[in-house]
């Protein structure tokens, strides 16, 4: 059978930096060998090409994944514009948001949603197709009649870290180079677990994956990074907990150690875990750990309790010293809420700057569908998905708009300064002309044009953002 997979176009209102591989579609389309698959990316290709294709190839199936909030609603327009130009294609949806909130695809066109985890229940559905059997006993589906639920079942959690195949990349070559991370770096991801074992509120991976979590043998991820292209010399682990089991993590280490893969690798880690096991940060530290995301998210522990983090400010603050110590870049990540007054911006620049922290993040508190925030706050939303790019408040701010944004701005224009970095710059020049390897590293800097973009990209955005929620005011 003839099967596109489809990753809709970006909104064209969000601020998203980073374009990573659709890696959802690569594992779909590897658990369909014997189908004749392909997979069209329309974040980088016009409808034009999807129309090409269509004519081409001509499909009987097209797949389209909905794993962020922010692509809901390009995915709406394109499924609408298929069943309008080619009303006999079979169209199916699945992806975070869609397991979530399935209701939002339940419209004319879509004939089936999954839910959860597909890469039992895809095949399961494409077989039915083929040989017209009835859906009744695939799990984690609900079908549809011209928009009208007809069956629905329920998510089947039996998903084993070995029945997750190598990602066909192979079928997005032509993108390959075009993928690259918020910091402008090519970039592939992997995964290597699913789900998640901790419950924060303001996170839906453990509940999308129905609290479970497996990881992947470090012979699977291996080998899937000695398959990467040979261009690709950064690596992004994809999911949360890539360092959470310490036996398999390490395994993973000196595995890519004695093959003599030479590439960078980044991803996300929790501050306890870093804290529990140092020696292990040294380890990945030198086969080419170069950047972790660290998810601080307050100032205070009343406040990551009620996130339900289950860490403390002093792991967070010990992290970043081990951290600094081996040598890692990293990013701390803090939730800035809508309902921040000025002092509450303050604090979190008082906590930025007492601990030294140098990259800091400061994403916008998102109800993301699936999490306990969401189902806070759901009333209360005011933009519609095109927004839910962590950089909108797409709840009311109780400091007016214009307060919020100049506040949230000044975090990182306050957090970046451009004197520091300037006087980093010539100690490091300074260094490298004495070649004082440790003063090279110790003063690390941003580049100065990226200094520059931040502020005039940050000056423009601020204008952008409360002339936007101004024109919601009048509306």
């Given at each position: 059978?003839?099967?596109?997979?489809?990753?809709?176009?970006?909104?064209?209102?969000?601020?998203?930096?980073?374009?990573?591989?659709?890696?959802?579609?690569?594992?779909?389309?590897?658990?369909?060998?014997?189908?004749?698959?392909?997979?069209?990316?329309?974040?980088?290709?016009?409808?034009?090409?999807?129309?090409?294709?269509?004519?081409?190839?001509?499909?009987?199936?097209?797949?389209?994944?909905?794993?962020?909030?922010?692509?809901?609603?390009?995915?709406?327009?394109?499924?609408?514009?298929?069943?309008?130009?080619?009303?006999?294609?079979?169209?199916?949806?699945?992806?975070?948001?869609?397991?979530?909130?399935?209701?939002?695809?339940?419209?004319?066109?879509?004939?089936?949603?999954?839910?959860?985890?597909?890469?039992?229940?895809?095949?399961?559905?494409?077989?039915?197709?083929?040989?017209?059997?009835?859906?009744?006993?695939?799990?984690?589906?609900?079908?549809?009649?011209?928009?009208?639920?007809?069956?629905?079942?329920?998510?089947?959690?039996?998903?084993?870290?070995?029945?997750?195949?190598?990602?066909?990349?192979?079928?997005?070559?032509?993108?390959?180079?075009?993928?690259?991370?918020?910091?402008?770096?090519?970039?592939?991801?992997?995964?290597?677990?699913?789900?998640?074992?901790?419950?924060?509120?303001?996170?839906?991976?453990?509940?999308?994956?129905?609290?479970?979590?497996?990881?992947?043998?470090?012979?699977?991820?291996?080998?899937?990074?000695?398959?990467?292209?040979?261009?690709?010399?950064?690596?992004?682990?994809?999911?949360?907990?890539?360092?959470?089991?310490?036996?398999?993590?390490?395994?993973?280490?000196?595995?890519?150690?004695?093959?003599?893969?030479?590439?960078?690798?980044?991803?996300?880690?929790?501050?306890?875990?870093?804290?529990?096991?140092?020696?292990?940060?040294?380890?990945?530290?030198?086969?080419?750990?170069?950047?972790?995301?660290?998810g601080f998210e307050t100032t205070s522990n009343v406040h990551l309790g009620?996130?339900?983090?289950?860490?403390?400010?002093?792991?967070?603050?010990?992290?970043?010293?081990?951290?600094?110590d081996i040598g890692i870049p990293f990013r701390p990540h803090f939730i800035?809420?809508?309902?921040?007054?000025?002092?509450?911006?303050?604090?979190?620049?008082?906590?930025?700057?007492?601990?030294?922290?140098?990259?800091?993040?400061?994403?916008?508190?998102?109800?993301?569908?699936?999490?306990?925030?969401?189902?806070?706050?759901?009333?209360?939303?005011?933009?519609?998905?095109?927004?839910?790019?962590?950089?909108?408040?797409?709840?009311?701010?109780?400091?007016?708009?214009?307060?919020?944004?100049?506040?949230?701005?000044?975090?990182?224009?306050?957090?970046?300064?451009?004197?520091?970095?300037?006087?980093?710059?010539?100690?490091?020049?300074?260094?490298?002309?004495?070649?004082?390897?440790?003063?090279?590293?110790?003063?690390?800097?941003?580049?100065?044009?990226?200094?520059?973009?931040?502020?005039?990209?940050?000056?423009?955005?601020?204008?952008?953002?409360?002339?936007?929620?101004?024109?919601?005011?009048?509306?």
């Open positions: 059978m003839k099967i596109l997979l489809i990753h809709p176009p970006d909104s064209k209102v969000s601020i998203v930096p980073g374009r990573f591989e659709p890696l959802g579609l690569e594992v779909l389309a590897a658990v369909l060998p014997d189908h004749d698959v392909r997979i069209l990316d329309l974040r980088i290709d016009h409808y034009r090409v999807l129309d090409r294709q269509i004519d081409t190839f001509k499909p009987i199936v097209i797949g389209i994944t909905v794993n962020n909030s922010v692509h809901v609603n390009q995915a709406l327009r394109l499924i609408t514009y298929i069943h309008d130009q080619y009303p006999d294609i079979i169209q199916v949806v699945g992806g975070h948001h869609a397991t979530m909130l399935p209701a939002d695809f339940r419209i004319p066109g879509v004939h089936a949603i999954f839910l959860g985890w597909a890469e039992k229940s895809f095949p399961e559905y494409i077989e039915c197709l083929e040989h017209r059997k009835p859906f009744d006993q695939v799990q984690g589906i609900e079908i549809l009649d011209q928009g009208e639920l007809r069956v629905h079942n329920d998510i089947r959690h039996d998903l084993q870290a070995s029945e997750i195949p190598l990602p066909r990349r192979d079928l997005v070559e032509r993108y390959l180079k075009k993928y690259h991370s918020d910091m402008g770096f090519r970039t592939s991801l992997v995964n290597t677990t699913r789900g998640c074992a901790y419950r924060c509120s303001f996170c839906g991976v453990w509940q999308a994956s129905g609290g479970q979590f497996i990881i992947r043998s470090a012979e699977d991820v291996c080998n899937e990074i000695v398959s990467l292209p040979k261009f690709i010399h950064r690596v992004f682990f994809a999911d949360d907990n890539t360092f959470l089991n310490p036996e398999n993590a390490l395994k993973l280490c000196r595995m890519i150690k004695e093959a003599k893969i030479r590439k960078k690798y980044s991803g996300y880690c929790r501050s306890d875990t870093i804290t529990r096991y140092p020696d292990m940060m040294r380890e990945w530290k030198e086969i080419g750990l170069d950047n972790l995301c660290v009620e996130l339900n983090k289950k860490n403390t400010i002093a792991n967070n603050e010990q992290a970043a010293r081990i951290l600094n800035i809420d809508p309902g921040f007054e000025k002092e509450d911006f303050s604090r979190v620049m008082h906590y930025v700057t007492k601990n030294h922290l140098k990259s800091p993040i400061f994403p916008i508190l998102t109800p993301i569908p699936g999490t306990m925030y969401h189902s806070e706050v759901k009333d209360h939303i005011i933009l519609n998905y095109d927004y839910f790019d962590f950089a909108h408040a797409v709840i009311p701010t109780r400091l007016s708009p214009r307060d919020f944004y100049i506040a949230w701005i000044h975090l990182y224009f306050l957090s970046y300064p451009v004197r520091k970095n300037l006087k980093l710059f010539f100690l490091k020049t300074f260094a490298s002309i004495t070649r004082n390897k440790d003063s090279v590293k110790k003063n690390s800097h941003l580049r100065l044009i990226n200094l520059l973009m931040l502020r005039l990209v940050g000056i423009f955005l601020c204008v952008k953002l409360v002339r936007h929620y101004h024109s919601l005011e009048k509306s």
